[in-house]
């Protein structure tokens, strides 16, 4: 998923490189809403997890987590290419 992940996104998403676990940490530029990101993935049936859900602040209102557990398939990669087509759509 990472490969696919840098390949597909905005060369400005940055993307954890964790040691275990099952989720990815991406950070988006400053100005990009991972909220926004939210409600238009959940319109193309793909969940994400804003980063507003793991503070109380805004500090994390441009970064979201992601599932990596899956086992790639066609459809994964499809909700990447989609995921990356919504990235550069938000203002």
Known sequence: M???IAHHFPP??????PDGGYFLW???????SSMELYQ???AE???IAPGRMFTTG???????RLNASFEWSDRLETAIKTL????????
């Open 2 to 4: 990472h490969q696919a």
């Open 12 to 17: 400005t998403v940055k993307v954890s490189q």
């Open 26 to 32: 991406l950070e988006l530029e400053a100005t990009q």
């Open 40 to 42: 238009r993935a959940l």
């Open 45 to 47: 049936g793909i969940s």
């Open 58 to 64: 805004d500090r994390f209102n441009h970064c979201f």
């Open 84 to 91: 990356a087509r919504l990235i550069r759509g938000l203002g």
